[in-house]
């Protein structure tokens, strides 16, 4: 009888089979590797670009801190020349308005009267002066509160006074300052 060493055939295939199995393992682990490999590459580009953008953000911020600087210092000298040329503005109204008062009087006032002394205390004038009657008085208290500068006129007193055999009327009128 023939004996046949079957043994070898399966240790043979055993082999080969291990052989196999080593191989798709090393494979497999080859590719494990390049993939791990591979993600650990994609990882850094992407941390690199986010880094970059980081930077690119910090210098952006940068320079719009600069820019906003210079636009409060902007708003800030704006604001000092605005408060300037209104203080420009107060002294011309200032500076003009005591011309405008005294042109005023001196066209209303009737022929029948005289002032005797004007007296100005913020906006308030004080007038004093001397008329021949009641009806010269209220004439020129309606001509004033007609005008655009007095924004009220008051008589404050009038009194019966005797000059040279003239009687006369004294008066005094408070007139508030409009403009």
Same mark, same amino acid.
């Given at each position: 009888?023939?004996?046949? @060493?079957?043994?070898?055939?399966?240790?043979?295939?055993?082999?080969?089979?291990?052989?196999?199995?080593?191989?798709?393992?090393?494979?497999?682990?080859?590719?494990?590797?390049?993939?791990?490999?591979?993600? #650990?590459?994609?990882?850094?580009? #992407?941390?690199?670009?986010?880094?970059? #953008?980081?930077?690119?953000?910090?210098?952006?911020?940068?320079?719009?801190?600069?820019?906003?600087? %210079?636009?409060?210092?902007? %708003?800030?000298?704006?604001?000092?020349?605005?408060?300037?040329?209104?203080?420009?503005?107060?002294?011309?109204?200032?500076?003009?308005?005591?011309?405008?008062?005294?042109?005023?009087?001196?066209?209303?006032?009737?022929?029948?009267?005289?002032?005797?002394?004007?007296?100005?205390? @913020?906006?308030?004038?004080?007038?004093?002066?001397?008329?021949?009657?009641?009806?010269?008085?209220?004439?020129?208290?309606?001509?004033?509160?007609?005008?655009?500068?007095?924004?009220?006129?008051?008589?404050?007193?009038?009194?019966?006074?005797?000059?040279?055999?003239?009687?006369?009327?004294?008066?005094?009128?408070?007139?508030?300052?409009?403009?």
């Amino acid at each position: 009888m023939i004996k046949i @060493n079957l043994l070898v055939a399966r240790e043979e295939r055993k082999k080969e089979s291990i052989r196999k199995e080593a191989t798709i393992f090393v494979l497999a682990m080859v590719l494990v590797l390049v993939g791990i490999g591979f993600a #650990q590459w994609m990882s850094s580009r #992407q941390r690199e670009t986010i880094f970059s #953008q980081i930077r690119e953000a910090e210098d952006e911020l940068k320079r719009l801190e600069v820019i906003k600087r %210079k636009i409060n210092k902007a %708003k800030a000298n704006k604001k000092i020349l605005q408060e300037k040329l209104n203080i420009i503005d107060t002294l011309n109204l200032n500076r003009t308005r005591p011309i405008q008062i005294m042109s005023l009087l001196a066209t209303k006032i009737p022929e029948k009267m005289w002032l005797k002394s004007l007296d100005k205390k @913020n906006e308030k004038l004080t007038i004093q002066g001397v008329a021949l009657d009641d009806e010269t008085i209220a004439n020129f208290m309606k001509e004033l509160q007609q005008s655009k500068i007095f924004t009220s006129v008051e008589l404050v007193v009038t009194e019966r006074v005797n000059v040279q055999k003239l009687n006369l009327k004294q008066f005094t009128m408070v007139c508030t300052i409009g403009i």
